[in-house]
Each structure stands twice: as C-alpha cells, then as structure tokens.
Nanobody
Framework: QVQLVESGGGLVQAGGSLRLSCAAS?????????????MAWFRQAPGKEREFVAA????????NYPDSVKGRFTISRVNAKNTVYLQMNSLKPEDTAVYYC????????????????WGQGTQVTVSS
C-alpha cells in the first residue's frame, strides 16, 4: 500500500518561510504509482475541520489554491524523486496547523473526499 511521509514542519516567526516535503512510495487505493498521483496539501488546526491548502495534477500542469494562501504558497512536484513540495512564504499565525499530504485519482481536486491516501502530518507553528 502507498505511504506518504511529510517533513519540514517547525516553528517560524510571522513573515517567515518554510518548505514542506512529502515523500511517496507504493500505490494508492486507486492503484496509481507516484507519476500518476494527483497530490494535495490540507491542514487542520485544533477544533477545526481539515482545510484545503493546495493541489497539483499528476503531470504538474494544473494547480489550485484557496484565496487564503494564493500568492503566498506554491505546490510543486518532482516525479523522478517521488516527492511533492509546499513552499510557504509570508507565513501568518493563522497558518498554524498540522499539514497533511494527500494522494488521489482526481486531478488537482480541492475537496477532501476526492483523496484516498493520507500522510501522518507535520506540525507548522507560526508565532506573532
């Protein structure tokens, strides 16, 4: 079964930057290898629902972002390394959350239910 492992989280001051990585192996529940995975990042703060952050199609040709992160966050992938990245700039305290990597069959989907495989998450904390 596919495994997704996030890394790169930590503590940063407001206005700073972090780069998250998600390393993938195996196949998703839909039977796809990494080069055919559609990938995304979601985040969840205590007491809140999981929130869409960024998505990228299997080829990297399509990306999607919510208004809350547009212009600040960038999702990218290097299929030869089985890795997807989330570059986060101009971080705000409200960005504090556990960030989860996800894989699924729908290209650059923005809805949580469109993803069938999830990582364990990495904590991002932004201080004011």
């Amino acid at each position: 079964q596919v495994q997704l492992v996030e890394s790169g989280g930590g503590l940063v001051q407001a206005g700073g930057s972090l780069r998250l990585s998600c390393a993938a192996s195996g196949r998703t529940a839909s039977g796809r290898t990494f080069s055919n995975y559609n990938m995304a990042w979601f985040r969840q703060a205590p007491g809140k629902e999981r929130e869409f952050v960024a998505a990228i199609s299997w080829s990297g040709s399509i990306t999607n972002y919510p208004d809350s992160v547009k212009g600040r966050f960038t999702i990218s992938r290097v299929n030869a390394k089985n890795t997807v990245y989330l570059q986060m700039n101009s971080l705000k305290p409200e960005d504090t959350a556990v960030y989860y990597c996800a894989a699924g069959p729908t290209g650059a989907a923005v809805v949580r239910t469109q993803y069938d495989t999830w990582g364990q998450g990495t904590q991002v904390t932004v201080s004011s």
